[in-house]
């Protein structure tokens, strides 16, 4: 164990084989809320890590899982390696209880883990412990590690996940979309008012998802990406991204439509998705070409009110209702034009 200090309180770090772990540890999870310093154990979150180290056992792939923070409530004894050295062994009693009061989901998982094959002893997780704290002082850390720890957006998440041949679907369209990549936004699900860039990677995701009808963990095909990149092409060169990019008028732009939002991003991939129910990808490619659509006047706000746009406080919304109302009206303006191009000449 290396010995370390912070408040005035002594803690040690120590790496232990996830096979000890059943041993090590007391769950705390038994009794009214106020006599534990830990939430109710979510059994199906514990069963998604189990299943994260085990495919990533199976698939030769790294994984990493945080240390585990936790009270040792015994007389334990520290025997450095020499005078003075943080380095040493910690000695625990068999009868200590060892609970934490961060991570007992993950050490559940680990343990489930284990219920299913044995793992290689080599195999390890760490634990940060301190001594003889209170159930009070243990609340409270607690609370400290959840109010001071911050979710990150699921833009950054999805663009960092190279694991997930969706989003990394979305990473290629990004990246083959002429003058795209440097104007998507990675780490905002939504774009700031003020910001320069012209759409958020996690709306690019779930729209091309939508648009292609896949789920999350689905495997991705050459076919996917050929698809996908003639498809957002078109909408590309329709909705003019290239020519708003060389003007930066972006952050105008955005003020007064909602071409740009999440809501008409995601509407596009839907909408995309009905059209391919009757058409090819190169019809429907050819459709979104020929739209006339107007930049200005087809996606000002006052034009989708009651559909994506709040009719009083003017707000878009962005929720799953609206995004359908959205799609049904962009196949509607589609459409129209494609039929009005289908009908014959009168002599």
């Not at 609206?322 to 009206?329: D, E, G, N």
């Amino acid at each position: 164990a290396s010995k370390g200090l912070q408040g005035g309180r002594e803690q040690y770090l120590i790496t232990a084989p996830m096979t000890i772990l059943r041993r090590l540890l007391a769950f705390d999870i038994a009794g009214d809320v106020m006599q534990r310093s830990q939430r109710e154990l979510n059994r199906t979150r514990a069963r998604k890590i189990s299943r994260y180290i085990a495919d990533s056992i199976d698939t030769e792939r790294p994984y990493f899982l945080p240390a585990l923070c936790g009270n040792i409530n015994g007389d334990v004894k520290f025997i450095p390696s020499s005078d003075n050295a943080k380095i040493g062994i910690l000695q625990i009693p068999m009868d200590s209880d060892v609970r934490l009061f961060d991570g007992q989901t993950r050490s559940f998982g680990i343990m489930e883990l284990l219920n299913e094959r044995s793992l290689d002893t080599d195999e390890t997780i760490s634990l940060v412990l301190t001594v003889n704290l209170d159930l009070t002082t243990r609340q409270q850390f607690f609370s400290d590690v959840n109010d001071n720890a911050t979710k990150p957006p699921a833009a950054i998440s999805m663009a960092y996940n190279g694991s997930n041949a969706v989003n990394q679907l979305a990473m290629h369209i990004s990246q083959s979309i002429t003058g795209l990549e440097p104007f998507v936004d990675y780490e905002h699900n939504v774009v700031p008012a003020t910001s320069p860039l012209l759409i958020s990677f996690k709306a690019l995701t779930d729209a091309t998802r939508k648009m292609l009808g896949l789920r999350m963990k689905d495997e991705v095909t050459d076919q996917h990406k050929q698809h996908a990149v003639i498809l957002w092409n078109a909408w590309a060169k329709r909705l003019e991204w290239a020519s708003m990019l060389q003007d930066s008028a972006i952050i105008e732009y955005r003020k007064s439509s909602i071409a740009l939002h999440g809501v008409m991003i995601n509407a596009i991939g839907i909408a995309t998705a009905q059209l391919l129910e009757s058409a090819s990808v190169e019809q429907v490619a050819a459709i979104i070409n020929r739209a006339s659509l107007n930049l200005l006047d087809d996606f000002s706000h006052s034009q989708w009110q009651g559909i994506c746009v709040d009719t009083v406080s003017g707000s878009v919304q962005s929720n799953t209702r609206a995004q359908l109302a959205a799609a049904a009206r962009l196949v509607e303006l589609i459409q129209a034009v494609h039929d009005e191009s289908s009908q014959p000449e009168v002599q």
